[in-house]
């Protein structure tokens, strides 16, 4: 047998498995690298996040990515050279953070990595009959698996919109095996470049699961932070803190198809990007607006249509405690907007249950990689919610 294959079944059969959890978002700030120590699998999984580090990502690497983000024509002998080239940074960048936490690569039995998106394109965008839902993650996993020497579990959405789904939300499988609880219903709000929600009933029937994107989150904020202010983000919301709210470019901004599509959706930079907000600014006439008033218009936007998603998705009847996490739980007037439009649920983070928010998503990457070892699908008996695990498995060697 193929030596890397005895390894493998050795590492399933493992009480404890070591992970490297890989995220970067759509904000492009970086390199999320969680490593895990991962007992159980399914409801009895149980994470130690041993460390956890984020590797900004440099003006040079942004503007590589950039020349193929969310951009329907690319010169595709660039994609695919950069394809390589990002999963050998990462790559290394794993090195460098295990030789600083004093960890050899031979105490790690697998890295999961989620890629860099470069374009989502679920069938709601695209409208071709002909084809289904597609996404592009790169960072090849081949190329990660040699530069560490490591067995590398890479690709996630793929699976995923092959089993029927839309590629995302993935946080769903993650979410549902960590943070489940009997007697009390749980609301798992990410508010990363797009925000998503998973909602965890206290009853454990998975049939009540839900998850969904619901919109912006930061990508408009860090946006037209960079383009008006030459600042990455809006800390501590400074900016859109000096700005009022306009309410004629609000309503603008709320009028498109993905608000009123059928949940689960999904969606990304390609529709919620610069271009979208200049026509809404058009149809509002609001081309002359401060640039602070921007700021407050696109944060209060994120804030109303993550309220909007869950009172549509959820009966107004649930009580729900909500636990936050991504960049945008950073944000006091995103937090601020939305808890005062959902009075009965407390927002808190998921640093309560165990986990630093900040870390969450590659925490989640490795938890699906140990399912794709030692799991088994969970059938939520819903459309876009396949049962599946996920991953393609690259060997180093």
């Known amino acids: 047998?193929?030596?890397?294959?005895?390894?493998?079944?050795?590492?399933?059969?493992?009480?404890?498995?070591?992970?490297?959890?890989?995220?970067?978002?759509?904000?492009?700030?970086?390199?999320?690298?969680?490593?895990?120590?991962?007992?159980?699998?399914?409801?009895?999984?149980?994470?130690?996040?041993?460390?956890?580090?984020?590797?900004?990502?440099?003006?040079?690497?942004?503007?590589?990515?950039?020349?193929?983000?969310?951009?329907?024509?690319?010169?595709?002998?660039?994609?695919?050279?950069?394809?390589?080239?990002?999963?050998?940074?990462?790559?290394?960048?794993?090195?460098?953070?295990?030789?600083?936490?004093?960890?050899?690569?031979?105490?790690?039995?697998?890295?999961?990595?989620?890629?860099?998106?470069?374009?989502?394109?679920?069938?709601?965008?695209?409208?071709?009959?002909?084809?289904?839902?597609?996404?592009?993650?790169i960072g090849d996993g081949d190329h990660i698996a040699v530069e560490t020497g490591i067995i590398t579990i890479s690709d996630f959405r793929q699976k995923h919109i092959a089993a029927g789904g839309e590629g995302a939300p993935l946080a769903l499988y993650g979410d549902y095996y960590l943070f489940s609880k009997h007697g009390e219903n749980r609301v798992l709000l990410n508010m990363g470049g797009i925000s998503n929600f998973t909602y965890l009933p206290g009853s454990l029937n998975v049939t009540e699961v839900m998850v969904t994107d619901t919109g912006p989150g930061n990508t408009l904020l860090d946006a037209f932070a960079r383009q008006l202010f030459k600042k990455d983000f809006d800390e501590d919301a400074s900016l859109a803190s000096l700005g009022k709210v306009n309410d004629g470019l609000l309503r603008a901004l709320k009028e498109n198809s993905f608000f009123t599509a059928p949940f689960p959706k999904t969606t990304g930079p390609e529709l919620f990007n610069k271009s979208y907000v200049e026509t809404a600014q058009q149809l509002s006439s609001t081309t002359d607006l401060l640039p602070y008033d921007i700021m407050a218009t696109l944060t209060r936007f994120s804030a109303d249509t993550i309220v909007d998603a869950l009172q549509k998705a959820l009966n107004k009847n649930t009580e729900y405690k909500i636990y936050a996490s991504g960049g945008g739980a950073h944000n006091p007037l995103l937090v601020k907007w939305i808890q005062e439009q959902l009075p009965g649920s407390e927002i808190r983070t998921t640093n309560e249950l165990g986990i630093n928010g900040d870390a969450k998503e590659a925490v989640l990457f490795a938890v699906l990689a140990n399912e794709t070892v030692i799991g088994a699908p969970v059938n939520f008996e819903r459309k876009g919610m396949p049962a599946i695990t996920m991953g393609k498995i690259s060997f180093p060697f």
């Open 1 to 137: 047998m193929n030596k890397n294959l005895c390894r493998l079944f050795s590492i399933a059969e493992k009480q404890t498995r070591h992970i490297v959890g890989l995220m970067s978002g759509t904000s492009l700030d970086g390199l999320d690298i969680a490593l895990c120590a991962i007992e159980g699998n399914g409801l009895n999984t149980k994470v130690n996040l041993k460390q956890f580090a984020t590797i900004p990502y440099s003006k040079d690497v942004k503007e590589k990515i950039k020349k193929v983000f969310a951009k329907e024509k690319v010169d595709f002998g660039y994609l695919i050279l950069l394809n390589g080239w990002i999963g050998k940074l990462h790559g290394r960048w794993i090195k460098e953070c295990l030789n600083n936490w004093n960890v050899g690569a031979e105490e790690v039995d697998i890295i999961a990595s989620h890629g860099q998106t470069v374009f989502h394109y679920p069938k709601i965008f695209h409208g071709e009959e002909e084809f289904g839902d597609a996404t592009l993650q």
